[in-house]
């Protein structure tokens, strides 16, 4: 018998020739709820004795070693789609896929892949990877010219052998409806030094005889076209035997679904229709990033993809399926709503929820705020703020970069009045009088109360952090209550429903397709329904102790959270334990006394033993998963954690061109060595009840 109130069916079907089957929540039964313990680390990150500088699938077999030792049952691992864009250190970023099928071929272990048959050539290469494997951080641009060059090689030896094998036959037929066109876009990237398809003369739209032709084994490209099916079968090949080994050991290998798709990528080629190239992806303004952050990715056309039942993304969760058991939706909010940029803009700051439901003129001032369009819409400063915006260059602004439209308002000349002007008139100026100006002129660009909705003629968004703004501090006091009353109600009631519907619209059958224990970074600007919605299709939330989701709350109580969540302490746009430690001391102070119950100065350092202390709260709390970063695992032992703490931050959100190229300081095999450090890990989760 299930717990809890009857089910009950209104109507029931008199026909007995048809089976109707009743799709509900699921049973609820008295259950002992299970629990386990693992680690996140960036497969990038990994190293080992036969890295090449970069971790790659032998790594993270190794890496699955350690975690059975240790008790750990998951190993959460970033995106791992190709990024290959211009061959430089910004393909770094892991976010930025130039295909959702396609892995990265930085992640081939060589040495699984075999020896080169020339002995000369193999020990030059076996050199360079000793040197490459003793940095400290990764060169990713010497590692992919490395592994690529060993790659093309094995393959001029070996290649046309492999791919008359049964087995490469037979994941061409499975897999040819997203390979030739990946092979197709790698080759003419590779031809006209550029990913962006737009520049491919008769290639700019795709076309798809075209394709084919450039695939058959009688085009000239055809032995670089085969060379990218070689790739990614090798990368298939290795990533099934880890998901098998991990399944054997009895640890399971969770993945990370990025939100977007580079607009220079494959699938922006193949199906532009799926996509709001106009538009652009971020997010709102956080405790990152004060300007919102913009992604760059092209918007999705939700409508598009639903006329099709949005096959796109049921193709795409089937895709990790085939080495993954769980995965996590990064930046779920995106299936309830986006933050849509349009393209002029370089910040995120001047964006808009899509879907919405925009104010109408009339709906505005309702609330009691008097309403201009054009006067609310345009970006102007006031003389008064511009020696704070400016300083001593608020001359030189005035005579170059503003116009004077009253006695006492500027706006920007028509050369630079908007942010993505401003950022071309000062490409490769980078000394510190430019990016003032930049800076100030980016800020006026800003400066508006509202933005004009691109779908709707006659709609308006309230510019989110509004009363932030100069604009904002020039209005009457009874406008500003006006204008906040309503600014409360669009971000935090008008949609809440609206946008419930939307996310149930397309998450239903997408976990419905799924047999993936399907986990959402839930992180952010977060509407009521999101926690409602997840809930219902049982996706697990993220929760982390330093992000509280309850308003007037600084740190989550983490032996009230959730069954069905992810609990951990940090993530890859976070600092670390021990950096997080030292950011804020009277934060830190409090954390001290008032979570871990200590009396007295907080300690300058997070100790071993506090780290321990920490890491042994959250895996008692009640969350399905703890999923510790390896760096906070160290954390607990004083001989083997980074002697320097910064070091081991993986990214920094704010900075847009951020260099993704941390690498563990020690090798698994070393990790596997330390008996008395492993015990501990064991012991901890076994204490918790999570082995």
């Excluded at 505005?364 to 704070?388: K, N, S």
Aim: glycine share 4%.
């Amino acid at each position: 018998w299930e717990t809890g109130d009857n089910r009950r069916i209104d109507e029931f079907p008199a026909d007995d020739d048809t089976l109707y089957v009743l799709s509900e929540t699921p049973f609820r039964g008295f259950q002992s709820f299970w629990h386990c313990a693992g680690t996140v680390i960036p497969v990038f990150s990994l190293r080992s004795e036969e890295s090449c500088g970069v971790g790659d699938l032998k790594d993270l077999r190794k890496m699955v070693d350690w975690a059975a030792l240790t008790q750990q049952r998951i190993i959460q691992v970033l995106p791992m789609n190709d990024t290959t864009a211009s061959y430089t250190w910004t393909d770094s970023y892991p976010y930025s896929a130039i295909s959702i099928y396609a892995l990265h071929p930085v992640y081939i272990s060589l040495s699984d892949l075999g020896q080169l048959k020339d002995r000369k050539i193999q020990q030059d290469y076996a050199d360079k990877q000793r040197i490459l494997n003793q940095q400290e951080t990764l060169d990713y641009e010497a590692v992919m010219r490395h592994k690529m060059n060993y790659c093309r090689s094995y393959f001029a030896e070996s290649g046309q052998i492999l791919l008359q094998s049964e087995a490469f036959i037979d994941f061409f037929k499975t897999n040819e409806s997203w390979l030739k066109p990946y092979a197709a876009f790698s080759y003419l990237r590779d031809f006209y030094q550029t990913a962006d398809f737009t520049c491919w003369k008769s290639f700019a739209v795709f076309d798809p005889a075209k394709v084919n032709r450039l695939c058959t084994p009688s085009d000239p490209a055809y032995d670089q076209i085969s060379f990218y099916y070689f790739l990614q079968f090798i990368l298939h090949t290795q990533f099934k035997a880890v998901s098998d080994y991990a399944h054997a050991k009895n640890v399971v290998l969770k993945g990370d679904l990025p939100i977007g798709i580079s607009r220079h990528s494959v699938e922006a080629w193949t199906e532009p229709g799926y996509f709001r190239m106009n538009m652009q992806a971020g997010a709102p303004p956080d405790d990152f990033s004060a300007n919102g952050q913009n992604w760059l990715f092209p918007t999705y056309n939700w409508k598009e993809m639903e006329k099709n039942n949005f096959v796109w993304w049921k193709n795409r969760f089937k895709k990790l399926e085939d080495y993954f058991d769980c995965f996590r939706i990064d930046h779920i909010l995106g299936f309830f709503r986006i933050w849509e940029i349009p393209e002029t803009y370089v910040q995120g700051l001047c964006g808009h929820f899509n879907p919405a439901l925009p104010l109408s003129k009339a709906e505005i001032e309702q609330f009691g705020f008097p309403f201009d369009a054009e006067l609310m819409t345009t970006p102007f400063i006031h003389r008064h703020y511009l020696h704070e915006l400016f300083g001593e260059l608020s001359g030189l602004a005035t005579d170059t970069y503003l116009v004077q439209v009253s006695s006492e308002h500027f706006r920007l000349k028509s050369f630079c009045d908007t942010q993505q002007k401003i950022a071309a008139v000062f490409k490769e100026m980078t000394d510190p009088m430019s990016l003032q100006l930049k800076s100030a002129l980016f800020h006026i660009a800003n400066e508006v109360l509202f933005l004009k909705d691109p779908y709707q003629k006659d709609a308006f968004h309230p510019r989110i952090s509004a009363g932030q703004s100069y604009r904002y501090r020039e209005l009457p006091a009874e406008s500003r209550q006006a204008f906040d009353k309503m600014y409360w109600h669009f971000f935090y009631h008008r949609h809440n429903e609206f946008w419930k519907e939307e996310a149930l619209k397309k998450l239903i059958p997408l976990i419905n397709g799924t047999q993936m224990l399907v986990c959402g970074e839930d992180l952010g600007m977060i509407p009521d329904s999101v926690p409602e919605v997840m809930h219902a299709l049982q996706i697990l939330s993220l929760e982390i102790e330093r992000m509280p989701k309850l308003p007037h709350v600084e740190f989550t109580d983490l032996m009230h959270l959730p069954y069905l969540s992810v609990c951990t302490t940090s993530t890859h746009d976070m600092s670390p334990l021990r950096s997080w430690w030292k950011e804020d001391r009277i934060k830190t102070q409090r954390y001290y006394n008032t979570i871990l119950g200590h009396v007295g100065q907080a300690p300058e350092d997070c100790s071993s033993a506090i780290a321990e202390e920490i890491l042994r709260n959250h895996l008692e709390s009640p969350s399905m998963l703890v999923i510790i970063p390896l760096q906070d695992w160290l954390a607990m032992d004083d001989r083997l954690k980074n002697p320097d703490p910064d070091a081991e931050r993986i990214n920094i959100p704010a900075q847009t061109n951020h260099y993704w190229r941390y690498r563990m300081h020690l090798t698994i095999e070393q990790l596997i060595q330390e008996t008395a450090f492993n015990q501990k890990i064991e012991s901890l989760i076994r204490y918790t009840k999570r082995s």
